[in-house]
Nanobody
Framework: QVQLVESGGGLVQAGGSLRLSCAAS????????MGWFRQAPGKEREFVAAIRWSGGNSYYADSVKGRFTISRDNPRNLMYLEMNGLKPEDTAVYYCAAARRLVWGPPVTTMLMYNDWGQGTQVTVSS
């Protein structure tokens, strides 16, 4: 069983920055995909970014491309989401997720690929 713990959320003004962290434990990651998703009040959970644990390849949602950067620290089993140029519409609970299957490609932008989820961290962007 994988444990994922997010941290780094908070309240920030529009245009500001935050860095989210996801600490993973419970098993060894090789070529798995890990991702960030978010859910705003009254909306469905949506894809934000994904990274391939081994090679560092990544995908981003169009809405965050150029503003958010996903990265990982393999030895420490940490994943990050650097968020710059934050907008009020980025307000949501952000979740990290890990896939168990060794799959890479467009499917990693969908929730169905992920088996393990963190509890989420709130990001609030004020206008």
């Amino acid at each position: 069983q994988v444990q994922l713990v997010e941290s780094g959320g908070g309240l920030v003004q529009a245009g500001g920055s935050l860095r989210l962290s996801c600490a993973a434990s419970g098993r060894t990651f090789s070529d798995n995909a890990m991702g960030w998703f978010r859910q705003a009040p009254g909306k469905e959970r949506e894809f934000v970014a994904a990274i391939r644990w081994s090679g560092g390849n990544s995908y981003y949602a169009d809405s965050v491309k150029g503003r958010f950067t996903i990265s990982r620290d393999n030895p420490r089993n940490l994943m990050y989401l650097e968020m710059n140029g934050l907008k009020p519409e980025d307000t949501a609970v952000y979740y990290c997720a890990a896939a168990r299957r060794l799959v890479w490609g467009p499917p990693v932008t969908t929730m169905l690929m992920y088996n393990d989820w963190g509890q989420g961290t709130q990001v609030t962007v004020s206008s």
